[in-house]
């Protein structure tokens, strides 16, 4: 899967994360963490993101997260969404998606 555009996903309320995703060309990945809880699940918030990153195939990437304390499941799925939403793919594979 390719980033065509900006695509974002989730909002800044508590317990949520708004992530943005933009192309990367030929960079890699750089992943960009803001978090009120970043010192004690840092770590495991760039885990679920390189795992999500990893499971849709995306590697010229470049990712901001606005974290307010979201749990695992909220990552993936806003992440999910803001790399679907920046491909411009209007076909998911359902049975890909956690």
């Given at each position: 899967?390719?980033?065509?555009?900006?695509?974002?996903?989730?909002t800044l309320e508590s317990?949520?994360?708004?992530?943005?995703?933009?192309?990367?060309?030929?960079?890699?990945?750089?992943?960009?963490?803001?978090?009120?809880?970043?010192?004690?699940?840092?770590?495991?918030?760039?885990?679920?993101?390189?795992?999500?990153?990893?499971?849709?195939?995306?590697?010229?990437?470049?990712?901001?997260?606005?974290?307010?304390?979201?749990?695992?499941?909220?990552?993936?799925?806003?992440?999910?969404?803001?790399?679907?939403?920046?491909?411009?793919?209007?076909?998911?594979?359902?049975?890909?998606?956690?």
């Amino acid at each position: 899967m390719k980033i065509m555009k900006t695509g974002l996903a989730g909002t800044l309320e508590s317990s949520d994360v708004l992530i943005t995703v933009d192309s990367n060309p030929e960079k890699g990945r750089e992943i960009i963490l803001s978090s009120i809880v970043k010192r004690q699940y840092g770590k495991q918030i760039l885990k679920v993101v390189n795992e999500t990153l990893d499971l849709l195939s995306i590697e010229d990437v470049k990712v901001r997260l606005e974290d307010k304390g979201a749990l695992d499941c909220t990552i993936r799925a806003r992440l999910e969404a803001a790399v679907y939403r920046a491909s411009g793919s209007e076909t998911y594979p359902w049975e890909k998606l956690s």
